[in-house]
T-cell receptor, first 117, second 114 residues
Framework: AQKITQTQPGMFVQEKEAVTLDCTYD???????LFWYKQPSSGEMIFLIY??????QNATEGRYSLNFQKARKSANLVISASQLGDSAMYFC??????????????FGIGTKLQVIP | KAGVTQTPRYLIKTRGQQVTLSCSPI?????VSWYQQTPGQGLQFLFE???????NKGNFPGRFSGRQFSNSRSEMNVSTLELGDSALYLC?????????????FGSGTQLSVL
């Protein structure tokens, strides 16, 4: 089974509108972390937002918020007031601890967001 | 601080050749991990190094190898290149070993195998 599932290969949004990018995850761990990264055409992955499995409140970072529904194992990214510069690939990722005390990060296949003027 | 630096930015090789990619992490970061990114596959984990030791390895053939030096710089080597190795190879570093520690990525090396 896929650890991280992103079902939207591509999304369009009108400038200044809000958009939600979907992410579901699969883990049997109680302690894990969820991340969203943005990858513009330049290639560099940029950290956007983090949600811990024990965090009761949804994370927010400026125009980004993470809609965390633990029971449904979903961690959707919400971008408010979209800007042209938001056009990029967006990746959902999960960090889990594994034996030896180390951690492993698994990424989804990404969603390509295009913001229309 | 300077960001994660990957060199070269672009590489063109032919089948059967070998290639070495380089990654310099952010100063002070001891963990370096490598990912292969291809369209439709997302990022596939290759391996992670910490203080010159490989801590974890993804499901890639033995043709893919890496190492880390005492200054935390890391190299990744792919021998006997195949067409399917064409991808963007990303390197990431991190500071601490906590679940909320984000990864800092380089701009990647775009490898094309002809």
């Amino acid at each position: 089974a896929q650890k991280i599932t992103q079902t939207q290969p591509g999304m369009f949004v009108q400038e200044k509108e809000a958009v939600t990018l979907d992410c579901t995850y699969d883990t049997s761990d109680q302690s894990y972390g969820l991340f969203w990264y943005k990858q513009p055409s330049s290639g560099e992955m940029i950290f956007l937002i983090y949600q811990g499995s024990y965090d009761e409140q949804n994370a927010t970072e400026g125009r980004y918020s993470l809609n965390f529904q633990k029971a449904r194992k979903s961690a959707n990214l919400v971008i408010s007031a979209s800007q042209l510069g938001d056009s990029a690939m967006y990746f959902c990722a999960m960090r889990e601890a594994y034996s030896g005390g180390y951690q492993k990060v698994t990424f989804g296949i990404g969603t390509k967001l295009q913001v229309i003027p | 601080k300077a960001g994660v630096t990957q060199t070269p930015r672009y590489l063109i090789k032919t089948r059967g050749q070998q290639v070495t990619l380089s990654c310099s992490p952010i100063s002070g970061h001891r963990s370096v991990s490598w990912y292969q990114q291809t369209p439709g596959q997302g990022l596939q984990f290759l391996f992670e190094y910490f203080s010159e030791t490989q801590r974890n390895k993804g499901n890639f053939p033995g043709r893919f190898s890496g190492r880390q030096f005492s200054n935390s710089r890391s190299e990744m080597n792919v021998s006997t290149l195949e067409l399917g190795d064409s991808a963007l190879y990303l390197c990431a570093s991190k500071d601490r070993e906590s679940l909320n520690e984000k990864l800092f990525f380089g701009s990647g090396t775009q490898l094309s195998v002809l």
